[in-house]
Every structure is written in structure tokens, then in C-alpha cells.
């Protein structure tokens, strides 16, 4: 009978204590901005010039220039990179952009938001869901850890990123997620048009997101990209809108894999036929080298 009440009384406390701990949640939910909802990007600085996507500085004019309008702060080393691979597209070919292998495109280039993307806000961690299966998904540690001793960890495409809540208006609600982003691998490029990334992968992505003032259905990223291919860090917006629904579409993850008919042997990038031979991308390519196959005559 004792044991009966014993057990009787550590339910009761056990149900307070979860009693207790949901209103300590929902007390420290009601102090994080409400973003939930399908978030689309409002960028509508579609590439000119041959290479297909959204543009990393949608502010620039879509101009058809030698920098396609983007006119990235570049050290000279790595804007002869991006002027031969612009070259190289203009002729057919993929230049140094390695999604067409359907890799993941990297931080900071997934915040283009190529594909809807769903914020799902905790104390702990702030998750940033993508509907790309090669676009992955981001956590971001809102918990006060530190980035690891040394960086021992290995490296991702999308990083490892620590992230810090801010009250900036000072009415008792966080209104700013502060981010930074280390630890990314590569290769990655900023966007379509091939903006490059240095080799070393040592990048550090700053990003500030908070809901516009006027528009709460605003969405803003100031995204900073700090990395030895550039001669400064270079700042960009990036804005979504919230789709204005109380039960967003959401589709299953877009499968890269599925219909892609590039293939990459050697330095050299084909295209496969619907009739499934290789086909050259580029005037005068050579084929691949088939010095692994017996010859033989047809």
C-alpha cells in the first residue's frame, strides 16, 4: 500500500514537473518571432548571359557584361578564375559551378533559397528546412555553445553555425538571430554564374535575419561572407516572403539526381542524349579518354 502511494505520488510530481517545464516552453516561445509558414525568395535577379539562376547580389542590374552585373570584390588571382569560367559557360561548358554534379550548392549559396524553406525556432536550435534533397538542412545552436576546440570537426558543405538571439528594440522579445557559419568544405561558388570561393575553405559566414518592421510577412538575411578571395567582405540582402496560407503546400524534396544528363569524366563535362549517348557540350570538345576499354571495331 505504501508502495501504491509512493508510486501515486512521484506521478503527481512527474506530471507537474512536465506541467511546469510546457509553460516554462511556451513562455520562452512567446518571446522568439513568429516564423512559421513556407518562406519563398523574392529575388527576381535572373542571370542573363547564358548561366541559369538567381543572381548572389540581386541588388546589381542583370547586366550582360564580363561579370555578368555582379562585379564581386575579387582579388585578381580569383577574378581571372571567374572570367575563364565565365568564358568556358559562354562556350558550353559548366565553368568551376559544381551543382551540376547535384552537390550540394554550400553555405552561404543556399540562402538563395532555390527551393521553398520552413524556420523552425527552439531555445536550443533554430532548424532551416529546405525542400532540395542536395541543398540539405541547416541547424543553427542557439544553446551558448561555442564553435569547437580548434574546429575538430569535419568539414560540411553547409558548415557548422552558432547562432545568438538579440533583442534589438528592447520590448522583451528577441527580434535578430545573429549567425556565424565555419567549417564549410567546398568546392562551392556563390551562384550560378560561378563566383568563386577560395580553395582554402576557410570562409566565414555573419548573417543577421529579423522580420521586416512594416511587413511582418518580410523576411530579411544581411548575409557577409568573409574569405581570402575577396579583398573585403562582401555583404548582401537576401528577402523572402511568407506565403500567406494557414496550410502551405509543402511538396516532397525535388530529387537533383532524377533527369540529370550531365556527366563529368576527367576535366570534361558531356551531356547524355535521350537516346543515351554522350554528346559534346562545347565546340570541338574532345571525347573522353578511353584508355581503360579494349579497342575494337565497329
Not at 520562452?28 to 548561366?51: E, H, M, V
Not at 552558432?162 to 551562384?191: A, C, H, Q, S
Not at 511568407?242 to 544528363?261: K, M, Q, T, Y
Request: proline share 7%.
Amino acid at each position: 500500500m505504501g508502495f501504491r502511494n509512493s508510486l501515486g505520488a512521484a506521478a503527481a510530481a512527474l506530471a507537474a514537473l512536465l506541467m511546469s517545464s510546457g509553460a516554462a516552453t511556451a513562455s520562452d516561445d512567446s518571446k522568439f518571432p513568429d516564423l512559421r509558414g513556407q518562406w519563398r525568395t523574392t529575388n527576381r535577379g535572373l542571370i542573363a548571359g547564358g548561366a541559369g539562376g538567381f543572381r548572389w547580389d540581386e541588388s546589381k542590374p542583370p547586366a550582360v557584361t564580363p561579370d555578368l552585373g555582379q562585379k564581386p570584390p575579387l582579388t585578381p588571382e580569383y577574378q581571372a578564375l571567374y572570367e575563364a569560367n565565365l568564358t568556358d559557360m559562354a562556350a558550353g561548358g559548366q565553368g568551376i559551378d559544381p551543382t551540376y554534379r547535384c552537390v550540394s550548392p554550400g553555405m552561404p549559396r543556399v540562402m538563395i533559397a532555390y527551393s521553398t524553406l520552413e524556420f523552425v525556432v527552439t531555445p536550443e536550435t533554430t532548424y532551416v528546412l529546405m525542400s532540395r534533397d542536395h541543398d540539405f538542412n541547416r541547424h543553427i545552436y542557439t544553446d551558448g555553445r561555442d564553435f569547437p576546440a580548434n574546429m575538430a570537426l569535419e568539414p560540411r558543405f553547409l558548415g557548422y553555425s552558432i547562432g545568438r538571439w538579440l533583442d534589438e528594440d528592447g520590448d522583451g522579445r528577441y527580434d535578430t538571430l545573429v549567425v556565424e557559419t565555419r567549417g564549410m568544405k567546398g568546392p562551392r561558388v556563390f551562384d550560378a554564374t560561378g563566383i568563386p570561393l577560395h580553395e582554402d575553405n576557410e570562409t566565414i559566414v555573419q548573417e543577421r535575419i529579423y522580420l521586416d518592421h512594416s511587413d511582418r510577412n518580410l523576411l530579411h538575411d544581411d548575409i557577409t561572407t568573409i574569405d581570402h578571395a575577396l579583398i573585403r567582405p562582401w555583404t548582401v540582402n537576401k528577402t523572402y516572403r511568407r506565403i500567406a496560407s494557414d496550410r502551405p503546400l509543402w511538396f516532397g524534396h525535388a530529387v537533383c539526381g532524377e533527369g540529370n544528363a550531365h556527366v563529368g569524366i576527367g576535366n570534361e563535362v558531356y551531356y547524355l542524349s535521350s537516346d543515351g549517348y554522350l554528346m559534346p557540350t562545347k565546340k570541338d570538345q574532345p571525347p573522353p579518354d578511353l584508355r581503360y576499354f579494349k579497342s575494337y571495331n565497329r
